[in-house]
């Protein structure tokens, strides 16, 4: 369940991009979970095609996930709408993705660009956006050069194909009662939410989801050539051999989005390769940085695997590199926790949980505190907060007459769910006074200058209040 706060924070996201009802749909969801159409015209007193296009808009944005479930017994299904907050809360970070393409794959930032501000597009609307975005004078690109750049990101899984668009969910069927259950030895299970169970019935497979765009030349082989250039010598592809009208559907009738999950553990990547590096010395961050830069493509979202080969190659490149040898190379990556691992003793693993959750630590508790009466007044103002619990415990010391007692304090389970509601507030009140010093501007105010300038900060500082956010919610 997402916080007050957090809704008032979507919706005022949504409000910037696509006007006060729009929002006023988006929150009812958030705040309500899943809705069919009447109900949230009921409840907003907006006309079905008010609800229905802003529906649109937001199924377009990825914003809202459609659904079919089981109402009212037998056969009677109703479609039903939830919104995705992760999805809407990214919206925040489309500068942060876009850098991330324009370092790994600058020839196709435009495609992905078209992508972050149009939410779902055929290849053939991205083909026609290209060409449209080109500067006049110019030379054009053709075809299929856009295709070759388009299939590398979805080979980088930067992009993929748009999950189902209303599949079928049964919240009963998946909650299966435990009489029916085999006795099985207790394990801890993680407890899906219904968003990310829905979003789990509807996401395609990998193999669909990241199904690149074939090629058809009728009476030429440069289309075989041209996938292959896709990969580079990462890997070598099958020739993609199909007629004419698979590739006319293939780039005509599939959506295609950007793989927000990918751009997370991009920008999880950079965070953990920064933050360790304020304590290396020169040869040691030299390895840490071609450690991260070495590290090959794969699913795992929690660690970064590299090769030695490419370590080695890269650590080639850095000032005084090509003086260590193996042997100091791999002490320094064990020293930095990056372990081989037991499928294969030339690749090294970093786990990037267990840095982050380092990191959660010292951002909560930045500072060591010594004086006593410091100690009662941020204990207390924990307590004030609801983060902690006290209780009076009697003292077992034995020593003395009488009996004795002392507080003792825990921390209570949801003090993480009030610390983001928290980091919601905060990014709220920034964004609110952006806008705030956006309208003085645009009404033509006498300081200007000064306004800018307090503008530039808060935009800084809303930019650096993300990496909180990202921190805590995202990683």
Request: hydrophobic share 40%; charged share 25%.
């Amino acid at each position: 369940m997402v916080s007050q706060h957090g809704i008032l924070l979507a919706v005022n996201i949504i409000s910037d991009h696509f006007g006060p009802i729009v929002s006023k749909v988006c929150g009812c969801l958030l705040r309500h979970g899943a809705l069919s159409l009447l109900e949230i015209g009921r409840r907003l007193e907006l006309s079905p095609a008010q609800v229905k296009n802003s529906l649109l808009i937001l199924i377009q944005h990825n914003c809202v996930q459609a659904y079919t479930s089981p109402r009212g017994g037998g056969d009677k299904t109703v479609t039903l709408y939830l919104a995705i907050f992760d999805n809407v809360l990214h919206r925040l970070r489309f500068s942060k993705f876009l850098s991330v393409v324009r370092v790994d794959i600058p020839e196709s930032e435009v495609l992905l660009e078209g992508l972050l501000q149009n939410g779902r597009l055929t290849f053939e609307q991205l083909v026609e956006r290209t060409i449209f975005k080109v500067p006049e004078g110019s030379p054009l690109p053709t075809r299929e050069e856009i295709r070759m750049n388009f299939n590398k990101l979805v080979y980088a899984h930067y992009v993929e194909r748009c999950p189902k668009s209303e599949p079928f969910f049964d919240p009963l069927a998946v909650e299966q009662p435990t009489s029916t259950r085999k006795r099985a030895p207790k394990i801890v299970e993680a407890v899906l939410s219904l968003e990310q169970k829905v979003v789990s019935t509807a996401a395609l497979s990998d193999a669909e989801r990241f199904s690149q765009i074939p090629y058809f030349m009728e009476g030429s082989s440069s289309a075989n050539d041209g996938h292959h250039a896709v990969a580079g010598n990462k890997r070598k592809h099958e020739a993609l051999e199909v007629d004419e009208e698979d590739s006319i559907i293939a780039e005509s009738e599939f959506l295609w989005r950007i793989n927000f999950e990918r751009f997370i553990f991009c920008l999880k990547k950079k965070f953990c390769a920064e933050r360790k590096k304020a304590k290396m010395r020169l040869g040691t961050l030299a390895i840490w940085e071609a450690f991260f830069e070495a590290n090959v493509t794969n699913n795992d979202n929690k660690t970064v695997t590299s090769p030695i080969d490419g370590i080695l190659e890269r650590v080639g490149q850095k000032e005084g590199g090509t003086s260590m040898t193996l042997d100091q190379i791999i002490s320094v990556l064990n020293d930095l926790e990056c372990t081989s691992t037991t499928n294969n003793p030339e690749e090294f693993t970093f786990d990037l949980n267990k840095l982050v959750e380092t990191c959660r630590n010292d951002e909560i508790t930045d500072r060591t505190i010594l004086d006593k009466q410091v100690v009662h007044e941020t204990l207390y103002k924990l307590w004030k907060d609801e983060y902690i619990d006290s209780e009076r415990v009697p003292s077992t010391s034995g020593t003395g007459t009488g009996s004795t007692q002392f507080f003792v304090w825990r921390v209570k389970n949801i003090y993480r769910e009030h610390f983001m509601d928290h980091l919601y507030h905060a990014a709220l009140n920034l964004r609110q006074m952006i806008n705030y010093m956006a309208e003085l501007l645009l009404e033509g105010s006498k300081d200007e200058i000064k306004l800018r300038n307090r503008k530039n900060i808060l935009v800084l500082a809303l930019t650096r209040h993300d990496e909180s956010l990202m921190l805590f919610h995202d990683f």
